[in-house]
C-alpha cells in the first residue's frame, strides 16, 4: 500500500541521515546492497529476480546491526534485515575458486562490479553460483542432470529455476531496478535518501491510480495466498492418507505371508498325524490273541464246575445210604462206605485239584480279563486319540479354507488399495501442478506489488523534490 511504500522511503532516509550526521556514524552502515554495485542493464532483471538479499542493509559488524535494529525499534520505524560482512569472510576463499559451468555460461555474481571490494562476499553470498542464460530452454538444459537440479539459473526475462526444482518469476511483469546499472549514479551520498531523483513530477491522477492498483494487488496477493494455504493443508492430508494407506497395504502383505507360512504349515502336520489314527498290523494280532485265550479259560472253568457238582451228588448219595442202614446190611454197606469214601477221598483230591486249577484258571481269567480292559482301554484311547486328530485334522481343514479365503480377502483388498493410492497419487500430482501454478502467480503478483511499491516511491520522492524547490522558489520570490 501507500502507507508501506512511504514506510519504507523514511526508513531509509532515517537511515542514511543517521549514518551521515547522526547516531549510526560508528556503525558501520554502507547502505543497501543493491546500492553497492554495478550490474550491465541486460541483467537488470534476472538480478532483481535471483537476488533477494538485493535490499538487505550492510554493515560491517553484528554490533553496528544491532545499533541499526535499535535506532528502528525506538522509533519505531520498521523492520529491516541486514548482511554483515564479518559473517561472510569464510567465503572468500570458496568465491575466488575458479569454477567449470555448463556450456562455461557466467554466474551472475562474476558480473557485478562491486563499489567496493569489500562488497564482494556480501554479493556471493546473495547469489552464490547462480546462472544467467538467455532463455527458458536454455535454462532448463543446463539445470537438470537427468531428473537431478544440479545448477540455479536464471533468465535475462527473469525465470528463475531453483535447486530445488521449482520454477518461478516471468509473467507480464517482471521485477527490475534492484541494483545500480552500468552508468547509473549511485544512490547514496551526501544527503541522499537512498532513492533516486528523479527530473519531473508524477500527476496526482496517476499516483491514485498506482496506489489503487496497489490495493487490488494487495487484495488478490491476500486472496491467493488463502488459496495456498488451502492446498497446502489438502495437500498434506492427502500426503498423510497416502501414508496410511501403504502402511496398511504393508501390514496386510506381511498377514498374507503369515497366513500363507500358516497354511504350510498345517499342511506338513497333516501328513505327520494322519498315519497314527490307524491301528499297526502288530497291535492288530496282539488283540486277537487276547480275545482268543480269554475265550479257553473260560471253557476250561466251566468243565472244572461241572465236575465239582457231580462230586457233590455222589456224597450226598453216600450219606444217605448211611442214614438207611442197620444191622446186616450196614455191614454189606460198610465196605461200600470204604469204597465211596476212597472215591469220596479221590473225588475230595481232584475236587481240590480242580479248585486249584479252577483258581488258577481264575487268575489266568483274572488276568487275560484285565489284559482285555487293557486292550480295551487302549483301543477307546486309539479311537479317542483319532476322534481327536480328526477333529483336529478339520480345523485344520477349516482354518486351510479361512486362510485361503482371507488371503483372497487380503490379495482384493490390495488390489483396490493400490487402485486407491494410484488415484491418490494422481490426486496429488495434480495438486501438486495447481501449487505450483499458484506459487507463480503469487510470485507475479508480489513482483507486481513491489514494482509498484518501487514507483510510488519514487513518485513521493519526485513529488517530495518539487515540493522543496516550489518552496525555495516562493522563498525567492517573497525576498
Known amino acids: 500500500s501507500l502507507a508501506m511504500a512511504s514506510s519504507k522511503s523514511a526508513l531509509i532516509q532515517s537511515l542514511d541521515h543517521a549514518r551521515q550526521k547522526g547516531a549510526l556514524q560508528d556503525a558501520g552502515l554502507h547502505g543497501r546492497l543493491g546500492d553497492l554495485g554495478y550490474i550491465d542493464p541486460k541483467y537488470d532483471i534476472a538480478v532483481s529476480t535471483a537476488c533477494s538479499a538485493l535490499d538487505y542493509l550492510v554493515t560491517d559488524t553484528t554490533s553496528g546491526a544491532e545499533k541499526c535494529v535499535k535506532f528502528l525499534r525506538d522509533r519505531k520505524l520498521g523492520r529491516a534485515t541486514f548482511a554483515i560482512l564479518e559473517k561472510f569472510k569464510h567465503l572468500e576463499t570458496q568465491m575466488k575458486k575458479p569454477i567449470k559451468t555448463p556450456g562455461n555460461v557466467p554466474r551472475l555474481f562474476d558480473l557485478i562490479q562491486p563499489t567496493n571490494e569489500m562488497y564482494k562476499s556480501a554479493f556471493y553470498f546473495a547469489l552464490r553460483d547462480t546462472l544467467v542464460v538467455d532463455t527458458l530452454d536454455d535454462a532448463t538444459r543446463i539445470a537438470y542432470n537427468g531428473n537431478k537440479c544440479e545448477w540455479r539459473v536464471v533468465t535475462l526475462k527473469g525465470q528463475l529455476i531453483d535447486k530445488a526444482g521449482t520454477m518461478s518469476g516471468g509473467g507480464k511483469r517482471v521485477r527490475k531496478g534492484g541494483m545500480l546499472l552500468s552508468g547509473?549514479?549511485?544512490?547514496?551520498?551526501?544527503?541522499?535518501?537512498?532513492?533516486?531523483?528523479?527530473?519531473?513530477?508524477?500527476?496526482?491522477?496517476?499516483?491514485?491510480?498506482?496506489?489503487?492498483?496497489?490495493?487490488?494487488?494487495?487484495?488478490?496477493?491476500?486472496?491467493?495466498?488463502?488459496?495456498?494455504?488451502?492446498?497446502?493443508?489438502?495437500?498434506?492430508?492427502?500426503?498423510?492418507?497416502?501414508?496410511?494407506?501403504?502402511?496398511?497395504?504393508?501390514?496386510?502383505?506381511?498377514?498374507?505371508?503369515?497366513?500363507?507360512?500358516?497354511?504350510?504349515?498345517?499342511?506338513?502336520?497333516?501328513?505327520?498325524?494322519?498315519?497314527?489314527?490307524?491301528?499297526?498290523?502288530?497291535?492288530?494280532?496282539?488283540?486277537?490273541?487276547?480275545?482268543?485265550?480269554?475265550?479257553?479259560?473260560?471253557?476250561?472253568?466251566?468243565?472244572?464246575?461241572?465236575?465239582?457238582?457231580?462230586?457233590?451228588?455222589?456224597?450226598?448219595?453216600?450219606?444217605?445210604?448211611?442214614?438207611?442202614?442197620?444191622?446186616?446190611?450196614?455191614?454189606?454197606?460198610?465196605?461200600?462206605?470204604?469204597?465211596?469214601?476212597?472215591?469220596?477221598?479221590?473225588?475230595?483230591?481232584?475236587?481240590?485239584?480242580?479248585?486249584?486249577?479252577?483258581?488258577?484258571?481264575?487268575?489266568?481269567?483274572?488276568?487275560?480279563?484285565?489284559?482285555?480292559?487293557?486292550?480295551?482301554?487302549?483301543?477307546?484311547?486309539?479311537?479317542?486319540?483319532?476322534?481327536?486328530?480328526?477333529?483336529?485334522?478339520?480345523?485344520?481343514?477349516?482354518?486351510?479354507?479361512?486362510?485361503?479365503?482371507?488371503?483372497?480377502?487380503v490379495k482384493a483388498l490390495e488390489k483396490d488399495m493400490s487402485s486407491k493410492v494410484s488415484d491418490m497419487k494422481k490426486v496429488y500430482t495434480q495438486m501438486r501442478t495447481e501449487q505450483n501454478k499458484f506459487d507463480k502467480e503469487l510470485i507475479d503478483v508480489e513482483n507486481e506489488i513491489d514494482i509498484c511499491c518501487d514507483d510510488l516511491a519514487k513518485a513521493e520522492e519526485r513529488v517530495s523534490t518539487w515540493t522543496k524547490k516550489e518552496l525555495e522558489n516562493k522563498k525567492t520570490i517573497s525576498h
Open 184 to 409: 547509473q549514479k549511485s544512490r547514496l551520498g551526501g544527503g541522499g535518501s537512498g532513492m533516486p531523483i528523479a527530473d519531473v513530477s508524477m500527476p496526482k491522477e496517476e499516483t491514485e491510480k498506482l496506489e489503487q492498483s496497489i490495493i487490488k494487488s494487495s487484495q488478490e496477493l491476500k486472496l491467493t495466498r488463502e488459496e495456498k494455504k488451502e492446498l497446502k493443508s489438502c495437500q498434506a492430508k492427502l500426503e498423510k492418507q497416502v501414508e496410511n494407506k501403504q502402511n496398511e497395504l504393508e501390514k496386510k502383505t506381511l498377514m498374507v505371508q503369515s497366513l500363507e507360512q500358516q497354511h504350510v504349515q498345517i499342511q506338513e502336520r497333516i501328513k505327520i498325524y494322519e498315519p497314527k489314527c490307524k491301528l499297526s498290523v502288530e497291535d492288530s494280532k496282539k488283540l486277537k490273541i487276547l480275545r482268543q485265550n480269554a475265550k479257553e479259560h473260560e471253557k476250561l472253568l466251566e468243565a472244572a464246575k461241572q465236575k465239582a457238582k457231580k462230586l457233590e451228588n455222589v456224597c450226598e448219595d453216600v450219606q444217605q445210604q448211611i442214614m438207611n442202614a442197620g444191622g446186616e446190611p450196614l455191614r454189606n454197606q460198610k465196605a461200600k462206605v470204604e469204597e465211596a469214601t476212597k472215591t469220596c477221598e479221590q473225588a475230595s483230591k481232584e475236587l481240590s485239584k480242580a479248585k486249584l486249577a479252577c483258581k488258577g484258571l481264575l487268575k489266568k481269567v483274572e488276568k487275560a480279563r484285565n489284559a482285555f480292559e487293557e486292550a480295551n482301554e487302549e483301543l477307546k484311547q486309539l479311537e479317542r486319540k483319532k476322534v481327536e486328530l480328526e477333529e483336529s485334522f478339520k480345523i485344520i481343514e477349516d482354518g486351510a479354507l479361512e486362510v485361503i479365503q482371507a488371503l483372497e480377502k
